[in-house]
């Protein structure tokens, strides 16, 4: 469950109303967060330099270094997010009001915000990226200022966000393999008179309706390299290493919103049929559950 709309999020928006208006959006129990969560994903995109170097000078780097950096932990924490929403859904079976949505989106937002503005207060710092055709947080230095900030924002902004999303896909897991059996329509006798049976929700192997361990592969792939190899510059000097490698981990990490665009959306029966639908204005019919005795 995820984003419908794998497209840039100055456009989302004027997309939204568009299907909102032809009624082609897909129903998902998770609409709220996502519509909301999502721009994160696709607001963090990668500004390369025509000119393969920096031509905006140190204060365009300053600016450019927040805004990857305030996208790039937003996302992050909107997974979790979506975990936690998810297993409230499945688990409590309890709906996520829009007040609580609004209150987290903004909570998630201000939160990636307090983090990306310390380096431009002087906790941390924003410089070039090795090939010096963007910037982002400077972990060459390896120094004391980034090695204090580096172990608490990576606490509540990587830590924390991958242990929700663990706990909450793991109570998922849980819950369906106990109780799969609700989602089996059992057998009528032959005199019964079959009646009308909302189709179950798809069924991965496991028994549950989703894959409940991709998001959390997806964030750790995505952003674990270059989350070591910051670690490991607190400890140890980077700069032995060349340049190209280096930029390696950083180009794995602005990955993320192509591949949460299969993860979360393209990875989803209804939005598949949603995003079909808009695109060709024909409306894929699902498979009728067949409950009559033969």
């Known amino acids: 469950m995820g984003s419908a709309e794998f497209i840039p999020a100055t456009h989302a928006g004027s997309k939204w109303r568009i299907m909102l208006q032809r009624g082609t959006i897909p129903s998902d129990p998770h609409l709220p967060t996502l519509l909301t969560y999502n721009p994160p994903y696709y607001g963090e995109v990668a500004f390369v330099s025509?000119?393969?170097?920096?031509?905006?000078?140190?204060?365009?780097?300053?600016?450019?270094?927040?805004?990857?950096?305030?996208?790039?932990?937003?996302?992050?924490?909107s997974s979790a997010a979506v975990a936690w929403d998810r297993y409230h859904h499945y688990c409590t079976r309890s709906k996520l009001q829009w007040s609580t949505t609004i209150s987290m989106?903004?909570?998630?937002?201000?939160?990636?915000?307090?983090?990306?503005?310390?380096?431009?207060?002087?906790?941390?710092?924003?410089?070039?990226?090795?090939?010096?055709?963007?910037?982002?947080?400077?972990?060459?230095?390896g120094d004391?200022?980034?090695?204090?900030?580096?172990?608490?924002?990576?606490?509540?902004?990587?830590?924390?966000?991958?242990?929700?999303?663990?706990?909450?896909?793991?109570s998922i897991e849980q819950k369906f393999k106990k109780s799969g059996q609700q989602f089996k329509v059992p057998p009528l006798p032959v005199e019964a008179?079959?009646?009308?049976?909302?189709?179950?929700?798809?069924?991965?192997d496991s028994g549950v309706p989703l894959n409940t361990s991709l998001p959390v592969k997806t964030l750790v792939i995505c952003w674990g390299p270059y989350s070591l190899l910051c670690f490991y510059a607190a400890v140890e000097n980077v700069t032995f290493i060349s340049p190209k490698l280096r930029m390696i981990p950083a180009i794995i990490a602005k990955t993320v919103p192509t591949v949460d665009a299969f993860v979360y959306a393209l990875g989803n029966e209804n939005y598949r049929g949603g995003i079909w639908q808009f695109l060709t204005g024909q409306k894929i019919e699902k498979a009728e559950v067949d409950n009559k005795t033969k």
Request: glycine residues 6%.
């Open 193 to 204: 008179t079959p009646l009308p049976v909302e189709a179950p929700p798809p069924l991965t």
């Open 50 to 77: 025509p000119f393969r170097y920096w031509p905006y000078g140190s204060d365009g780097c300053q600016i450019h270094g927040f805004q990857g950096f305030v996208t790039a932990l937003a996302s992050i924490s």
């Open 105 to 141: 989106v903004i909570f998630v937002w201000v939160f990636s915000a307090f983090w990306s503005a310390m380096p431009l207060l002087g906790w941390g710092e924003y410089d070039y990226e090795p090939l010096r055709t963007c910037c982002t947080l400077d972990y060459t230095k």
């Open 144 to 170: 004391r200022n980034f090695v204090t900030f580096l172990f608490p924002m990576a606490f509540f902004n990587f830590v924390i966000p991958i242990f929700v999303m663990l706990t909450a896909y793991q």
